[in-house]
């Protein structure tokens, strides 16, 4: 009621100089001191004593009946509607109040309640004026940013307003009132909340959601209009309303209500200045030198450089040390030079094109590669790292692994809150209105195993995308629409203003600070070229071209501005000019001595721990791969972990007891399952420190429900177990996490994650393992190559659940083809290493390894030698589904002991053995199909005649060991069997290979599926049927006879 009763209090009429200075002041100290807690202006000058059907604890209530019967008088009951009136009317305390008519007499009752509100009619246009004054408050802060003057060209590519809001006043001329004046003759009395000219003299108090007021609580609208124009209608457009979060709300406002709130020192701007004349100087350099060279230029946006330095400045400031960054071509060298300070001498020479590369690896054009520099921030004069990722040309690919790899930095510092490590995403805007990855990167913002803990987004938004307009590249009226899914503020702000985008990049920093939460920069600015230099833009573009001929240039005209100012002389302006300018030719001068190019100059990622990873020169400290074994004691402890709930009180599910049951009877048989063979791998690095990162859908259960990794008690909500950490007590942590639903945007997070260490265990598994071809170009731009074009080893591990189950064309295949198909081995070539070292050569050499393990004891191994190798390459592994409880897919510790390794070919150990002179036929195979092989052999009899090996590792292919198999059975046809199609899984890959390991004496024949489109068929029983066929041909000893 005291609140009630202060806002009616608030609504009655006062003039000019009746200012209410004390509420004012209340108001402005609840700002001023702790800005994060909004309070509403309280006075407690009624007594509530009065009203006996209010208390303390119903003054909520009413207020908010109260607001909304100011918004619409019949949403509330009659008797409130009445009692509102009495009050907004004067009634004094206890007369407000009408009891609620007798039944029957209600007409009457009303009649009389109505009767006493009569008396006061100009109160209700007081309050209706009052509201009108609120509702033309909250439209600025809404619909603002429609009207802001952001586009330095003035032709509104950038946006898609539609026709100006008709509850903004709006001018080209903001501060002229004659504009508003005209246009509120225009508007009817409706269409302006009932205000007219005749209210702009009128003073009206100010609702507690703005800010505009300053030190004043009442304004006249003339006022309140200028202010609101000035706050939301200049060269920043902000767009914040949307967020749900009323304090996250009043921050805002009060960044850009104030009155004042943007001045700047006079250092400040020359600072601005200065930096705008390196980010300018530098682009004019690079084409007064190297015309005809493609470089992405920033010019039409250069004071992008002044607003990252801002943000980095503020951050740095707030105790960050280190800052991770993504970005596409546009302005980059620039970025590199100007923001990272990547020495310009080594920019200017990766324009020589005669330069040898010492390094091996293909490398990479100059506008992609990445560059990590630590050094002291001169605002603040702390140290701070900087680092900008290596990407490819895919432009918002880089988006996630960024995002990866910041959150890795933040888990290894212990930053839990993004305080000390943070990234920053630059965006073109076509991009990031098209690409759905910047959709699914925004959606991690927020999750607790993903976030980064707030993320500044800076938009270029030079209104094209290449030769294509806004208006046809996306729906939505601007391009950083999709931020809004995360609640992230947009500050979109005109590039031609340079102080206005300092104050939004000061303003993002806070708010990151402040809430750590993403927030969006719309740079919006033009492109004074084509797409790039060779490039003509006005075969497209031709009237937006016509204006940027006539456009002045940023910086010349934020120097007139200053120098008229007084901020600067012409002559100073003139010489910061000269001195970069000599910077550039100093460096160019030196850049033409370089002989030789060093791409690790420009490593993105360098580990940490690099110097005790590597040796200094950055070679591997030795070239063999340790025993992957483990002892009785280890497997036992880690088996006994795996099977029981190491918490007291916890009570799990049934179905679980009898499979952690079942675990436990495992290990008192002494054997694995392939859950289990994980569970040994990972708890045992997890002992011997190596953290442990296992992302993707549903892996905490797994999707076939054998893994189990987290246990839920079934009595208390969301309380968990995770038995993996309680393995030993220093041992590393485990995480263990089910992602969103999304592949692109995750194998990107977990890649950038795996860089940040060597000493991690990284995985990400996909539910099927076909779903892995929505997160294609992080396979193809960055897994695949990723080594030879940035020098950068990572250890990434992909887990693919692959199998022809009969499930039907999807959820089958992991195409295992295209795996195989970006090898950068030689298939015509036997490798030409000592049989000591061959298998750890050839893994060096490889661009990535892929498996298909057909044991639990094969796959643990595996996952261990990817940490105990002495370098990283990534892992794909095709992992089984059916064969999770396959009887016979179970392995005996024996095989995981120490002094065992992973098997990269498991020979026949059979009955063939010990007559292979009479084997006619080896049939070599990889997998699942193994398993179908041996009890198709059994039943036909055929233990003697022919040898099935399996192929566990197929690239680096296992020459040396295939060759012991062959040269094993000299009588036997070599057979390659698979159960994929033909033009599918491993044959295209393996037969070269074969060939090139017989030295071409043998033929190589393929018993396996035809030729499809699909990977599998629908038809359970075809299925079925093709199986049949193709063991038939595998166990047929005729079945290639006459075949050249
Ligand atoms: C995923 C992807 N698709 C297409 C391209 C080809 N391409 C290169 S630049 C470009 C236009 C990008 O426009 P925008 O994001 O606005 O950046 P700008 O060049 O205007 O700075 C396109 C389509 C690409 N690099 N990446
Ligand atoms: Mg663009």
Not at 695 to 722: A, M, P
Not at 840 to 857: E, H
Not at 940 to 968: H, W
Request: proline share 6%; with cysteine; charged share 25%.
């Amino acid at each position: 009621m005291h609140r009630l009763r202060t806002t009616v209090v608030r609504l009655r009429p006062i003039a000019a100089p009746q200012t209410a200075k004390s509420q004012s002041q209340a108001r402005l100290a609840a700002v001023g001191g702790a800005l994060r807690t909004f309070q509403p202006m309280r006075s407690y000058t009624a007594s509530v004593s009065a009203e006996p059907f209010l208390n303390g604890t119903s003054s909520n209530y009413v207020e908010e009946m109260y607001y909304a019967w100011l918004e619409n008088p019949r949403s509330v009951h009659k008797s409130w509607d009445i009692f509102f009136r009495n009050a907004n009317a004067g009634a004094p305390p206890g007369a407000a109040y009408q009891s609620p008519p007798p039944l029957g007499g209600a007409a009457l009752g009303l009649a009389n309640a109505q009767a006493m509100v009569g008396v006061q009619p100009n109160v209700e246009k007081l309050v209706e004026d009052h509201l009108a004054v609120q509702s033309l408050v909250r439209a600025y802060q809404i619909r603002g940013h429609h009207v802001a003057q952001l586009d330095p060209l003035g032709i509104m590519a950038a946006i898609d307003p539609g026709p100006p809001p008709s509850d903004i006043i709006t001018s080209n001329d903001k501060l002229d009132l004659s504009g508003y004046k005209e246009r509120l003759y225009d508007l009817t009395a409706e269409e302006f909340y009932g205000l007219d000219e005749s209210d702009l003299d009128k003073v009206f108090r100010l609702p507690t959601t703005t800010f505009i007021g300053g030190s004043e609580s009442t304004l006249p609208l003339r006022e309140i209009i200028q202010r609101l124009e000035m706050a939301y209608c200049q060269s920043i457009g902000v767009e914040f309303m949307f967020i749900n979060d009323l304090e996250q709300c009043q921050w805002i406002r009060q960044k850009f209500e104030r009155p004042g709130i943007m001045q700047f020192t006079l250092e400040e701007k020359r600072t601005l200045l200065a930096r705008m004349v390196r980010s300018t100087r530098f682009e004019e350099f690079l084409q007064r030198k190297w015309s005809s060279e493609k470089r992405f230029g920033l010019e039409g946006c250069e004071s992008l450089i002044p607003a990252l330095k801002t943000i980095i400045d503020k951050s740095s400031m707030n105790g960050v040390e280190s800052i991770i960054m993504g970005m596409p071509h546009r302005g980059r060298l620039n970025v590199l030079a100007n923001v990272i300070r990547k020495e310009l001498d080594q920019i200017f020479c990766q324009f020589d094109s005669k330069l040898e590369a010492a390094d091996e690896g293909s490398g990479d054009v100059k506008y992609h590669l990445g560059m990590w520099h630590r050094r002291i921030n001169r605002v603040t004069d702390r140290n701070i790292t900087l680092s900008l990722m290596a990407n490819p040309s895919h432009l918002e690919a880089v988006d996630p692994v960024v995002q990866g790899k910041t959150k890795a930095e933040q888990f290894y510092c212990g930053d839990t809150e993004g305080n000390r490590v943070m990234s920053i995403l630059l965006h073109g805007d076509a991009a990031f209105a098209g690409q759905g990855v910047v959709y699914e990167t925004f959606h991690l913002s927020d999750l607790p195993s993903y976030t980064t803990h707030g993320t500044i987004h800076v938009v270029v938004n030079n209104q094209i995308g290449f030769t294509t307009d806004p208006r046809v590249a996306r729906s939505s009226s601007y391009p950083t629409d999709v931020a809004k899914v995360v609640n992230a503020p947009i500050f979109h702000v005109n590039a031609d203003d340079p102080e206005a985008v300092m104050y939004v990049c000061n303003v993002a920093a806070e708010w990151r600070a402040t809430f750590h939460k993403d927030v969006v920069v719309d740079l919006v600015c033009y492109r004074r070229n084509g797409h790039n230099e060779m490039d003509e833009p006005m075969f497209t573009q031709p009237l937006m071209y016509k204006q940027i001929k006539k456009q002045k240039g940023v910086l010349q005209k934020y120097a007139e501005k200053l120098i008229a100012e007084g901020a600067v002389t012409r002559q100073e302006y003139e010489e910061e000019i000269a001195k970069y300018d000599k910077i550039c030719e100093e460096a160019h001068t030196r850049s033409k001595d370089e002989k030789i190019l060093h791409i690790k100059h420009w490593l993105d990622s360098p580990w940490p721990v690099c110097v005790c990873f590597f040796k200094m020169d950055g070679q591997p400290k030795s070239m063999t791969s340790p025993s992957t074994g483990l002892t009785e004691e280890e497997l036992g402890h880690i088996g006994h972990i795996a099977s029981s709930v190491p918490v007291e009180d916890f009570t799990i599910h049934g179905g679980l007891s009898r499979i952690l049951k079942g675990r436990a009877a495992m290990v008192g048989q002494r054997v694995c399952d392939w859950a289990l063979g994980e569970y040994m791998a990972f708890g045992s690095l997890l002992k011997e420190g190596t953290h442990i990162r296992l992302s993707g859908q549903d892996v905490e259960r797994g999707t076939f429900s054998h893994r189990h990794h987290v246990l839920h008690d079934q009595n208390v909500d969301k309380r968990i177990c995770i038995p993996m950490n309680h393995i030993a007590p220093n041992q590393a942590p485990y995480t263990v996490c089910n992602s969103s639903l999304s592949e692109y945007g995750v194998l990107g997070f977990e890649l950038g994650f795996a860089m940040a260490s060597p000493n991690a265990l990284v995985l990400w598994e996909a539910q099927f393992g076909d779903f892995h071809n929505t997160a294609q170009c992080i396979i193809d731009q960055f897994i695949c190559p990723g080594q030879a074009k940035w020098v950068r080893q990572n250890g990434i591990v992909l887990l693919l659940p692959h199998g022809m189950e009969g499930m039907g064309p999807e959820h089958s295949s992991a195409r295992p083809e295209r795996f195989l198909q970006m090898c950068n081995e030689d298939p015509d070539a036997y490798p030409k290493f000592s049989a000591e070292e061959f298998a750890v050569r050839q893994l060096y050499d490889c661009n990535w390894i892929i498996v298909n393990c057909s044991t639990p004891a094969n796959y643990f191994h595996v996952l261990r030698r990817q940490i105990l190798q002495p370098f990283r390459k990534p892992l794909i592994v095709f992992t089984p589904k059916s064969l999770l409880r396959h009887p016979d897919a179970k392995s005996n510790f024996d095989d995981m002991l120490t002094g065992t390794h992973f098997q990269r070919l498991i020979p026949d150990s059979g009955p063939v053995c010990e007559k292979p002179d009479g084997v006619k036929r080896i049939v070599f195979c990889t997998g699942k199909v193994y398993y179908e092989l041996t009890r198709e052999r059994k039943n036909r009899g055929m233990d003697n005649t022919v040898a099935i090996a399996r192929i566990e590792q197929l690239s680096p292919f296992p020459f040396d060991q295939v060759k012991v198999e062959t040269d094993r059975y000299p009588n036997a046809d070599l057979v390659w069997c698979q159960e994929e199609h033909k033009n599918q899984g491993y044959y295209d890959y393996v037969k070269p290979r074969l060939r090139t390991t017989v030295d071409r004496t043998r033929p190589v024949r393929y018993a396996g599926r035809g030729p499809a489109a699909a990977p599998a068929t629908g038809n359970k029983a075809a299925h079925l049927v093709e199986l049949q066929r193709f063991l038939d041909t595998a166990f047929n000893l005729d079945a290639f006879t006459g075949q050249s």
